[in-house]
C-alpha cells in the first residue's frame, strides 16, 4: 500500500514511518485516521480532520522524550518503553469514493493489530473508529469495548449515512468479534433517541452515564468489563468535562475528570491488555491558546501506555 502523509512531527520520541511495508512488528503504532463517513449537514472538511497533527504538536508539554518522571505512571516512561514505538502518519481521505477510504483505513488498522502492536488512533470525528472495530477481528478473539462520551452514539443511520460519528457503537453491536462494551459518560442530550437506549441495553451495552459514575465510583463500571477479555478503548473527547476538553463540537457539562479517568484507565491496562485506543472528536480551532484539549488527549495515551508497559515488564519478570 502506499505511503500515509507525514505529520507536521512524529508523536512524542517515536520513530517515524510513513511506508506500510515498514511497519515490521513495532509494539506500539500510532495511526492518524483524518475523516470518515461524511453528515451532508456538516462542513467537510470538518476541524476534527487537524487534530492528529495538533496532539503531535503538544508532545513536549504530553511527554517530552518521555525521559523524565512520570507522576501519574510512576516512572520514567523511558524505562519501560520497548523499542520500537511507531508514528505511522497520517490516512488522509482526499475526497472521492469514501469506500476506498474506509477499507484503506481497516486494512492498515488490522496489518498493525496482527503484527501484535498496541494501536493508538488519533481521530477525526467518531466516525474513524468504525473501520478500526472492523480491524478488530484481526485481533483473532472478541474484543471488549470501552467507551467514554458524552453521547450513546447507537444511530444505525443518520440522513442515510450509515457510518458516521452517531453510529459507532451501533456498528460495534453488528460485529460478532465484539463481545460487548461498557459506555461511560452519557449526559444531557444527542443523537439518541429511546429506542437507541432500548437497542443497547437489549444488546448487553453497560451503560453509566456521568452522573452515576460521579455519585457511586468507577468500581461497577470496573466490574461490568470481562477481565478476561482484550480490550479496545475508544475515547470521545467530549466525554471529558469541557473545562479540561474545551475543543469539542458538542460540549456537554458535567463530565468526566481526567483524575477519574487516568487511573480508570491504568487499572484497566495494568489487569488486561488493552490491543487498541482511539481518541476521537476534537476539534483544534475551538481548543483554549494553551492547547489543553490536546493535551488532555496526549496525557490519556501516556497513561494507557505507560500502565500497559508494566503490565508487559511484570510479565517478562514473573
Ligand atoms: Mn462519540
Not at 25 to 49: C, F, K, R
Not at 164 to 190: C, I, K, N
Request: proline share 7%; hydrophobic share 45%.
Amino acid at each position: 500500500m502506499s505511503a500515509t502523509a507525514a505529520p507536521v512531527r512524529p508523536f512524542l520520541s517515536f520513530e517515524l514511518e510513513t511506508d506500510p511495508a515498514r511497519w515490521q512488528a513495532p509494539e506500539v503504532a500510532l495511526l492518524g485516521i483524518t475523516h470518515s463517513e461524511p453528515y451532508a449537514h456538516d462542513p467537510w472538511p470538518n476541524d476534527q480532520t487537524h487534530a492528529p497533527d495538533a496532539i503531535r504538536a503538544q508532545s513536549a508539554q504530553i511527554s517530552d522524550g518521555l525521559a523524565h518522571w512520570d507522576f501519574d505512571v510512576g516512572t520514567d516512561l523511558g524505562a519501560l518503553a520497548p523499542p520500537r514505538c511507531l508514528d505511522c502518519g497520517n490516512l488522509v481521505w482526499q475526497g472521492g469514493a469514501y469506500e476506498p477510504y474506509l477499507a484503506r483505513a481497516g486494512a492498515l488498522a488490522a496489518q498493525l493489530l496482527r503484527s501484535g502492536a498496541q494501536l493508538v488512533v488519533l481521530g477525526g470525528d467518531h466516525g474513524v473508529t468504525i473501520p478500526v472495530l472492523d480491524a478488530l477481528q484481526a485481533v483473532g478473539t472478541p474484543v471488549y469495548l470501552v467507551h467514554v462520551d458524552a453521547h450513546l452514539d447507537w444511530r444505525a443511520e443518520v440522513g442515510g449515512v450509515r457510518r458516521g460519528y452517531s453510529s459507532p457503537l451501533y456498528w460495534a453491536s453488528q460485529r460478532p468479534w465484539v463481545r460487548g462494551m461498557t459506555q461511560l459518560g452519557m449526559r444531557g442530550t444527542g443523537s439518541a433517541r429511546k429506542g437507541e437506549l432500548q437497542a443497547a441495553r437489549a444488546y448487553g451495552s453497560k451503560v453509566f452515564t456521568a452522573q452515576q459514575l460521579h455519585e457511586a465510583g468507577f468500581g461497577a463500571a470496573l466490574a461490568s468489563i470481562p477481565a478476561d477479555a482484550p480490550l479496545y478503548v475508544t475515547i470521545d473527547a467530549d466525554g471529558i468535562d469541557p473545562t479540561e476538553a474545551p475543543a469539542v463540537m458538542a460540549p456537554v457539562p458535567g463530565g468526566l475528570r481526567f483524575a477519574q479517568l487516568a487511573p480508570f484507565l491504568r487499572t484497566l491496562a495494568y489487569r488486561q491488555r488493552i490491543v487498541g485506543l482511539d481518541i476521537v472528536e476534537i476539534a483544534p480551532a475551538l481548543d483554549a491558546r494553551n492547547a489543553i484539549t490536546c493535551i488532555t488527549a496526549g496525557r490519556l495515551i501516556v497513561n494507557v501506555l505507560g500502565a500497559s508497559w508494566a503490565r508487559a515488564a511484570l510479565t517478562r519478570e514473573a
